[in-house]
């Protein structure tokens, strides 16, 4: 049986400020709590989960000696962040912050300037993972990577790709290469008719207000998607981010 304590600090941890104070995140349903246990046992704090996900997955909870507690429904519901929670919620310790591994092999860089969905930053990071990506960075005014809604709207991609929040220009000062920044823009060039040169960098910008950022000294390109003139005035910039990584993708591997 959980304590109040301990279902107080799991609830918590749906606000920022308690996943700081505690340096631990969640994550919900069976496909991903099995993902993580699969891939990153060394995240794993707690899984919680009910009987069922206990019987059928008993043999992998001990081969890879997960921490791992059975509780009621009940008390699922009281832990969780979902409306209608599935088996499973897993508790989290977030990986080191900052740029552990060297980034002079990185061709192909994401940086998402202040997006502040988190339904469009989970969709962003499978993306990332879909096309290869090396790297995605984020502004330190971006919407919480561990975010909950992020967590799930990632479907696992978080716990595979290589991301760090950092500024633009603090990244770029401290990099031994130049590498060809491409600013995405509603008044850029067409995105299908530009050469992508690698090392690379792709910005994509808040959802109202676009990219912001002023970067010191570097050459940069501002590209778009074109319209075929349709009335509509701008793409989601999860769908932007998917048009211009594709197109990269296609001229550079």
Not at 152 to 181: A, K
Request: aromatic share 8%.
């Amino acid at each position: 049986m959980l304590s109040k304590q301990e279902i107080q600090i799991i609830r918590s941890l749906g606000i920022k400020k308690y996943r700081q104070k505690y340096l631990k995140y969640l994550a919900e349903g069976e496909k991903i709590c099995l993902e993580i246990i699969h891939a990153s046992t060394e995240l794993i704090d707690t899984l919680y989960c009910l009987e069922d996900f206990h019987v059928r997955h008993v043999a992998i909870l001990e081969n890879k000696a997960i921490n791992y507690s059975v509780i009621s429904k009940k008390e699922l519901q009281k832990i969780s962040q979902l409306k209608h929670p599935n088996n499973s919620l897993i508790v989290l310790n977030m990986p080191e912050s900052g740029l552990n591994q060297e980034t002079k092999n990185c061709n192909n860089i994401l940086y998402l300037d202040d997006i502040s969905d988190p339904g469009n930053l989970g969709t962003i990071m499978r993306t990332v993972e879909w096309f290869g990506v090396d790297l995605l960075l984020l502004s330190p005014n971006c919407v919480d990577p561990y975010n909950p809604k992020v967590v799930q709207s990632s479907m696992g991609s978080l716990f595979r790709i290589r991301f760090s929040i950092v500024e633009l220009n603090h990244f770029l000062n401290n990099q031994e290469r130049d590498f060809n920044v491409y600013i995405a823009d509603m008044n850029g060039k067409n995105a299908f008719q530009t050469e992508f040169k690698n090392p690379s960098i792709l910005v994509l910008g808040n959802e109202s207000q676009g990219v912001q950022l002023k970067l010191n000294d570097q050459a940069s390109e501002v590209i778009s998607v074109p319209s075929a003139g349709s009335p509509t005035e701008s793409l989601n910039v999860s769908i932007a981010g998917a048009i211009l990584l594709a197109e990269m993708y296609k001229k550079n591997g």
